[in-house]
Nanobody, 124 residues
Framework: QLQASGGGLVQAGGSLRLSCTPS????????MAWFRQTPGKEREFVAA???????HYSLSVKGRFTISKDNAKNTAYLQMSSLMPEDTAVYYC????????????????????WGQGTEVTVSS
C-alpha cells in the first residue's frame, strides 16, 4: 500500500511537493512514477524515476516538475513548480512491478502498487 500526501490548493505560479511512501515494500530496486487524472479523462503519465535514478517526464511538465526518491526514507517525491491551472488533478503514485525499461515507464500496467491519490488544485 502506498501513502501519498502533499496535495492542496495553490495559486498559479506556486509550488507543491508530493510524497509517496510504500508500506511493506522498498523502493530501492523499483521504478516509481506519478500519474494524474482529471474528471472525464484517462489517467496520464507525469513522471517516473528508475531504480538507477534516471528520470523521465511528460512534455507537459518537463522543466517544471522534478521527481526524486530517498531510498533511506523509502519515499519518492514530486516537486511541482510554476504550477498552472491545467495541472489541477488527482495525483497518484505507483511502484513498478520490477526494474522497468524506459518504454514501459509510461504504461499503467507496468505498475502493481498504487496510492490512493492526492488532490492538487491550482487556481488562476
Amino acid at each position: 500500500q502506498l501513502q501519498a500526501s502533499g496535495g492542496g490548493l495553490v495559486q498559479a505560479g506556486g509550488s507543491l511537493r508530493l510524497s509517496c511512501t510504500p508500506s511493506g515494500r522498498t523502493i530501492v530496486s523499483s521504478s516509481m512514477a506519478w500519474f494524474r487524472q482529471t474528471p472525464g479523462k484517462e489517467r496520464e503519465f507525469v513522471a517516473a524515476i528508475r531504480r538507477g535514478s534516471s528520470t523521465h517526464y511528460s512534455l507537459s511538465v518537463k522543466g517544471r516538475f522534478t521527481i526524486s526518491k530517498d531510498n533511506a526514507k523509502n519515499t519518492a517525491y514530486l516537486q511541482m513548480s510554476s504550477l498552472m491551472p491545467e495541472d489541477t488533478a488527482v495525483y497518484y503514485c505507483a511502484v513498478g512491478k520490477a526494474a522497468l525499461i524506459v518504454s514501459s515507464l509510461y504504461v499503467e500496467d507496468s505498475y502493481d502498487s498504487w496510492g490512493q491519490g492526492t488532490e492538487v488544485t491550482v487556481s488562476s
